[in-house]
């Protein structure tokens, strides 16, 4: 990897306040090449050239050190060498700038001091720096959708305390790809050009072009301070080789992965292996054997036909042994085939036993032995070509293995990249695709030693995001069992004010649970009216809505008990699949749509089609209401509409899967979504673009149905088969 940078520093005022510069410690392309390339960006907050003389005086000798300390070896170079060695010359170069303070007479202030040094060695970077300086890498995917990363924007700044002019203290290191780029500015650029304008600038532009047009921007500033700005770009170099030169396994690793053609030569060639071309030859060559064959026939029978008439059937057993025997042994002492050709040769034989009649009776012994001649040379043949079969289905086998791994580990390779940079969906992401791809690969590769050892860096690298909490005894609230064994509760758990809500199937009772002092009780004069509910609302705390699988709602006060059938019905063709409040209006998701009514003075008024655009719901399983809409598709995956049009839709790419989610809620004034997947005992927590927060489970849970939240309490009811547990909501503390 080569660095290609562009630079630009330069002041619209004659007297600027601040100075900076550009520091290039790669003079040496060989040992560049070889141990890395460093370079730097530094300011110093005043107009004072002489304080930007000693720090490109200590970068200088930092980078001279770092060279110095791997000299000219070829041998392999680990990260972490570079690593350590960068940290002694750093240290060293501290050293070397407080000699050189006290050697001369300036006064240097090291909180004015702002500097990015920089090492890029093949896909590891290493970043030194001090003060307020800006590094942010531009990731684009596919060249359309570009993320700008602030590299030190979750790095905890550290200071040497014990020695206050100490420039560096500590070094950043990740993973880079080869279209990753790299922009620095000082922070005099982002005081007047937004992130997403140098974002936009720098993705739709080369390095040149780009630089241009936010010098162009930055000129028409009417200010006293010093601008600088540097582009950095990965380029491939690959060093020339002689003719007959073997690579080295990395520079074989390097051209499958970025050279197309050779990933296109690869697909020619295992078309070609695949698509074999043996069939049509063997038969061409077939019919050439039998047209000869038969040609020799008749001209054996008139040429060495005998004078005396023989018997009609003149069998020789012995003969015609010895002649089928002969191929076989003169091939396990010729040929030495593989034990396959030789199992296959035995089974050839058992199978033209018959052979031996064929040969017509009036040959001599002379033209027996040249027929069966014909035969051992039509039966090397073949067994030949099963050879060559073999062989080239193995070279097959190699070259398909060889080019999946190679791209399963570039998944992995930009996963553990995009992780070092906080990127964890898109870390996911790839770990994702990397799974599927051995997935969906054949047994042989499946198997094979290294996709296995892969699969095992997949699983280690994907436990690393999943944010699994496992609760091994989760707190049981209540057991409906232990108040009538006939109990049977329904899918529904609702939370108002400091109590949970949940009915009981077999006597069509509520039960109440009391979370401030622990108490159960039972209403039953309730149940009549409400009738095996499947789904709930709570308006306010002062008011619960059921809808029942009569298609009636009922209401509840939670401070009396009282329940009231509602006067409405919905209108014919709305089959409603659950309910939810906000902003005091209810929220009916229907098959075909999704419904909204007023709600006021219990009354339940006219319900009006929500969705302004044609949607397909028959996939849709549940919904969560907080001005936005967000809709859980059967595979997990979020739909998200505002205003009654689709806003944005957010993938599955929660690991493990989703196998059949049930239940998206969002409770009042909350930045999560919460997705209940029962057959995998999970709960899972995503902010509201789909990013996964946290995951709760717990081998305890047999039947999950539906859950509350309370945020502010920082707890999770779960109601599972009979039974309420509670967990804490650690995403929350």
């Not at 790809?177 to 922070?187: E, H, I």
């Not at 170099?237 to 390097?254: M, Q, R, V």
């Not at 057991?479 to 049977?488: D, M, R, Y």
Request: positive net charge.
């Amino acid at each position: 990897m080569h660095p290609k940078i562009k630079q630009l520093i330069f002041t619209p005022s004659n007297k600027p306040s601040t100075c900076c510069g550009f520091f290039n410690g790669s003079q040496n392309n060989n040992l560049a090449r070889s141990n890395g390339y460093l370079f730097g960006l530094f300011e110093y907050e005043s107009n004072f050239p002489e304080a930007l003389g000693l720090l490109e005086k200590l970068l200088a000798r930092a980078s001279e050190l770092y060279y110095q300390k791997l000299g000219s070896s070829q041998s392999a170079l680990t990260a972490e060498r570079c690593e350590e060695a960068l940290s002694q010359a750093l240290q060293e170069a501290n050293v070397f700038f407080l000699q050189l303070l006290n050697s001369s007479s300036i006064i240097f202030d090291t909180d004015k001091a702002n500097i990015a040094f920089i090492l890029i060695r093949e896909k590891d970077v290493f970043l030194a720096y001090a003060g307020r300086i800006n590094v942010f890498l531009v990731r684009c995917a596919d060249g359309l959708d570009c993320k700008m990363v602030n590299v030190l924007s979750s790095v905890a700044p550290e200071t040497d305390e014990s020695d206050p002019l100490s420039i560096f203290s500590q070094i950043v290191t990740g993973k880079i790809l080869s279209d990753d780029l790299f922009f620095l500015a000082t922070n005099s650029v982002l005081d007047f050009l937004s992130l997403q304008k140098i974002k936009n600038i720098i993705s739709l532009n080369n390095q040149e072009q780009a630089a241009a047009e936010i010098k162009k921007l930055l000129e028409e500033v009417n200010c006293d301070l010093t601008f600088g700005f540097l582009i950095v770009k990965e380029e491939n170099l690959y060093p020339a080789i002689k003719f007959g030169t073997e690579f080295s396994s990395d520079i074989k690793t390097s051209v499958q992965r970025d050279s197309m053609r050779e990933l296109i030569m690869t697909q020619q060639s295992t078309q070609k292996i695949l698509n074999t071309k043996y069939l049509p030859d063997l038969e061409k060559l077939m019919d050439k054997f039998k047209n000869s064959f038969f040609y020799y026939l008749d001209f054996a029978k008139k040429a060495e036909l005998p004078k005396i008439k023989l018997p009609a059937r003149l069998n020789k057993p012995k003969e015609k042994i010895a002649v089928l025997n002969l191929p076989l042994a003169a091939g396990r002492k010729l040929l030495n085939f593989p034990g396959s050709v030789l199992s296959v040769s035995r089974k050839i034989f058992s199978k033209i036993s018959f052979l031996p009649s064929l040969i017509p009776s009036g040959f001599s012994k002379r033209n027996k032995i040249l027929f069966s001649l014909l035969f051992i040379f039509l039966f090397l043949f073949l067994g030949n070509l099963i050879v060559n079969g073999i062989k080239n289905n193995n070279k097959n086998n190699k070259v398909l293995l060889e080019k999946t791994a190679v791209d399963i580990q570039k998944k992995i390779d930009e996963a553990k990249s995009s992780m070092v940079y906080g990127d964890e969906s898109k870390a996911r992401s790839d770990l994702i695709d990397a799974k599927k791809m051995i997935a969906d690969s054949s047994d042989k590769i499946k198997t094979a030693e290294t996709i296995a050892n892969l699969s095992e860096e997949i699983e280690l690298q994907l436990g690393k995001l999943r944010h699994l909490v496992s609760i091994a005894e989760p707190v049981m609230l209540l057991n409906s069992k232990n108040i009538n064994e006939n109990s049977s509760l329904s899918p529904v758990i609702v939370m108002a004010g400091n109590k949970l809500y949940t009915h009981d199937k077999y006597n069509q009772s509520l039960i109440i649970f009391d979370l401030s002092n622990r108490n159960i009780s039972t209403v039953y004069q309730a149940a009549p009216k409400i009738n095996n509910p499947l789904a709930a609302a709570v308006f306010n705390d002062k008011s619960l809505l059921f809808f029942n699988e009569n298609k009636k709602f009922s209401r509840l006060a939670p401070d009396t008990n009282e329940t009231d059938e509602m006067n409405f019905s919905l209108p014919s063709g709305i089959n409603p699949l659950q309910i939810d409040e906000y902003n005091q209006r209810l929220y009916i998701l229907g098959q075909n749509n999704i419904y909204r009514s007023t709600y006021a003075n219990k009354n339940i008024g006219e319900p009006s089609a929500w969705l302004k655009e044609k949607a397909d719901l028959k996939n849709i399983v549940s919904f969560a209401v907080d001005g936005h809409i967000y809709l859980l598709e059967n595979n997990g995956q979020i739909h998200k509409y505002l205003n009654g049009k689709k806003n944005n839709v957010f993938p599955n790419k929660i690991d493990p899967e989703f196998i059949s989610p049930a239940k998206v809620h969002s409770p009042i004034n909350s930045k999560y979504l919460y997705i209940l997947d029962p057959p995998t005992k999970r709960l899972v927590v995503t902010d509201k673009e789909g990013n996964l927060v946290i995951q709760f489970t717990s081998p305890v849970f047999s039947g999950l149905k539906d859950f509350a939240v309370s945020e502010k309490e920082k707890k999770i009811y779960l109601l599972d088969g009979n039974s309420v547990y509670a967990i804490r909501a650690s995403h929350l503390e």
